[in-house]
T-cell receptor
Framework: EDKVVQSPLSLVVHEGDTVTLNCSYEVTNFRSLLWYKQEKKAPTFLFMLTSSGIEKKSGRLSSILDKKELFSILNITATQTGDSAIYLCAVGFQGAQKLVFGQGTRLTINP | ETGVTQTPRHLVMGMTNKKSLKCEQHLGHNAMYWYKQSAKKPLELMFVYNFKEQTENNSVPSRFSPECPNSSHLFLHLHTLQPEDSALYLC???????????FGPGTRLTVT
């Protein structure tokens, strides 16, 4: 059975801290790993990773994939209260249309 | 963000009602998806359409019936639902199958 596991499930930090969110997976026919941010309802796309070791960066957010160890991390530096959200990790498959999602990490940034 | 819209945003229905959820994407994408998000559970894929053709049905009960009249519109017809079907129903689209998906705001469904 395909599995995507995120950790921690919940994280509370102070504004300005740096956080690292984890996503590990055990799937067959891996194609890509995606990160989404879900604030109220609609998850918004952050990154899609397909190659190991290549960091993707957008402002204070960055992510990297390790296909040998089967995990990805999402880093957020200098966190702001607006970063408070649920961060979702999902895996896409070769030859299939589905995404399998992890449970999400609920991140709370306190001022 | 108006790339993917969903209506209604909230819906309360009885178990004997029939209702429909609507999704529309303005991104020129070719693939559309229905997901269910229940409390404390991962997002679950329900259906996938590619160029109006259904390509995946993830063992969804027949009380959920999707319809995709064209690449821009997707419906989810609901009938004789159960209280455990209460959830947030999210629609998404992607340029092609396997590309990143863009989500609508969801419909919060409550079955009484």
């Amino acid at each position: 059975e395909d599995k995507v596991v995120q950790s921690p499930l919940s994280l509370v930090v102070h504004e300005g801290d740096t956080v690292t969110l984890n996503c590990s997976y055990e799937v067959t026919n891996f194609r890509s790993l995606l990160w989404y941010k879900q604030e109220k309802k609609a998850p918004t796309f952050l990154f899609m990773l397909t190659s190991s070791g290549i960091e993707k960066k957008s402002g204070r957010l960055s992510s990297i994939l390790d296909k040998k160890e089967l995990f990805s991390i999402l880093n957020i530096t200098a966190t702001q209260t607006g970063d408070s959200a649920i961060y979702l990790c999902a895996v896409g498959f070769q030859g299939a249309q589905k995404l399998v999602f992890g449970q999400g990490t609920r991140l709370t940034i306190n001022p | 963000e108006t790339g993917v819209t969903q209506t209604p945003r909230h819906l309360v229905m009885g178990m004997t009602n029939k209702k429909s959820l609507k999704c529309e994407q303005h991104l020129g994408h070719n693939a559309m998806y229905w997901y269910k998000q229940s409390a404390k559970k991962p997002l679950e894929l329900m259906f996938v359409y590619n160029f109006k053709e259904q390509t995946e049905n993830n063992s969804v009960p027949s009380r959920f019936s999707p319809e995709c009249p064209n690449s821009s519109h997707l419906f989810l017809h609901l009938h004789t639902l159960q209280p455990e079907d209460s959830a947030l129903y999210l629609c998404a689209s992607s340029q092609r199958l396997g590309n990143e998906q863009y989500f609508g705001p969801g419909t919060r469904l409550t079955v009484t």
